[in-house]
Each structure stands twice: as structure tokens, then as C-alpha cells.
T-cell receptor, first 112, second 112 residues
Framework: EDKVVQSPLSLVVHEGDTVTLNCSYE??????LLWYKQEKKAPTFLFML????IEKKSGRLSSILDKKELFSILNITATQTGDSAVYLC????????????FGDGTTLTVKP | ETGVTQTPRHLVMGMTNKKSLKCEQH?????MYWYKQSAKKPLELMFV???????ENNSVPSRFSPECPNSSHLFLHLHTLQPEDSALYLC???????????FGNGTRLTVT
């Protein structure tokens, strides 16, 4: 059974801090790892990672995948209150096409 | 506006009622999904449709019945639900299997 574990489950920081969110996984026939941000209702897509060691970057957010150690990190630099959200990690496999496995999420709270 | 529209936003129903959730996507995607999000649990995939063909999660009780009349519309028919079915039901679409998901805002369901 595919498994995704995120840590920490929750995190409180102040504006300007840098945070690192972790996602480890066990999946048969790995295809990709995805990060989503869920602020109120609809999760929104952030990154899709398929290759080890290649950083994906979007503004203050960046993410990287380590397929040997089976984990990914999501970094947020110079955090803002608008970064407060639940960050979800999911993995897709070639074996179970279309059936993403999600982690529990990390709840990030950024205080002014 | 996320490109994926769900109605209703909120639904309260008794255990003997029959109701339906509706999802419509305007993104030209070929796959559509129903997810259940309960408190303190990861997102659970319920059903997947690709080009109107259903891929079913075997652990979903028969009181949930999906319908996909075309690639833009997805329904979830509900009957004789239990209080533990109360949750946020999220619809999502993707261009193809294993591509990033685009979520709707969800229907908050309460079963009394």
C-alpha cells in the first residue's frame, strides 16, 4: 500500500522566517510527487517533481525531490501571512494510474 | 473561480434523504475525480473517471453512486448516508491521469 508521511503536522512561524516542510513516501513504481496548497477549500497545485535533484522554484517557494532517500522538501523563504495554509503532498504511481495518495498535510501559520 | 465548479457549497441532509452533488469543469480536462476530506484524515480518493470510463475505489460504500454523463460533468448521488459520512467532498479534474489536479471549492456535507 502506498504511503505518504508529512512532517511537521503543524508549524507556527513569524513573517520573514524561512520554513522547510517534509514529505516522505513509499510507493510502488513511483511516477511523480506533487505539492498543493489548501487555504480554505480548494487545494491549488504548486509543484510536480519527477526527477531527483532538480529544484522547482516559483517565487519564494521551491521544492526538490530525492528519489534515493524517498523524500521531498518544500521551502518557503521570507514567509508572509498569506502563506498560512495546509500544504499537501501527494504521490502518483505508474501502477495505480490516476489514484494519487495524499499525506495528512502540514498546517502552516505565519504570524505578523 | 478555479475552473472547477461544485454545487451546492453546503448541504445538510437526514439519513433517509437522497441528494446529489454536482461538479462541472471548464478546463477541457479528460479525467474527473471525487475526493473525501474528513477532519484529521488525508484526502481519500473515492472515484475516478477518465473519458467517462469509471475507475472505482473498492472501499467506497454503495450509498455513494457516481455518474459522469460527459467529460465536463460529474455527479455524486447520495442515499441513506450515515453521520460519519459528514465531510468536505472535493471534485477535481486533470488533463490526463497522473497530471496535476485542479480542485473545486467542495461541498460541505452534514448528515444528521
Amino acid at each position: 500500500e502506498d504511503k505518504v508521511v508529512q512532517s511537521p503536522l503543524s508549524l507556527v512561524v513569524h513573517e520573514g522566517d524561512t520554513v522547510t516542510l517534509n514529505c516522505s513516501y513509499e510507493v510502488t513504481n513511483f511516477r511523480s510527487l506533487l505539492w498543493y496548497k489548501q487555504e480554505k477549500k480548494a487545494p491549488t497545485f504548486l509543484f510536480m517533481l519527477t526527477s531527483s535533484g532538480i529544484e522547482k522554484k516559483s517565487g519564494r517557494l521551491s521544492s526538490i525531490l530525492d528519489k534515493k532517500e524517498l523524500f521531498s522538501i518544500l521551502n518557503i523563504t521570507a514567509t508572509q501571512t498569506g502563506d498560512s495554509a495546509v500544504y499537501l503532498c501527494a504521490v502518483d504511481s505508474n501502477t495505480n494510474a490516476g489514484k494519487s495518495t495524499f499525506g495528512d498535510g502540514t498546517t502552516l501559520t505565519v504570524k505578523p | 473561480e478555479t475552473g472547477v465548479t461544485q454545487t451546492p457549497r453546503h448541504l445538510v441532509m437526514g439519513m433517509t434523504n437522497k441528494k446529489s452533488l454536482k461538479c462541472e469543469q471548464h478546463l477541457g480536462h479528460n479525467a474527473m475525480y471525487w475526493y473525501k476530506q474528513s477532519a484529521k484524515k488525508p484526502l481519500e480518493l473515492m472515484f475516478v473517471y477518465s473519458l467517462e470510463e469509471r475507475v472505482e475505489n473498492n472501499s467506497v460504500p454503495s450509498r455513494f453512486s457516481p455518474e459522469c454523463p460527459n467529460s465536463s460533468h460529474l455527479f455524486l448521488h447520495l442515499h441513506t448516508l450515515q453521520p460519519e459520512d459528514s465531510a468536505l467532498y472535493l471534485c477535481a479534474s486533470s488533463l490526463v491521469y497522473n497530471s496535476p489536479l485542479h480542485f473545486g471549492n467542495g461541498t460541505r456535507l452534514t448528515v444528521t
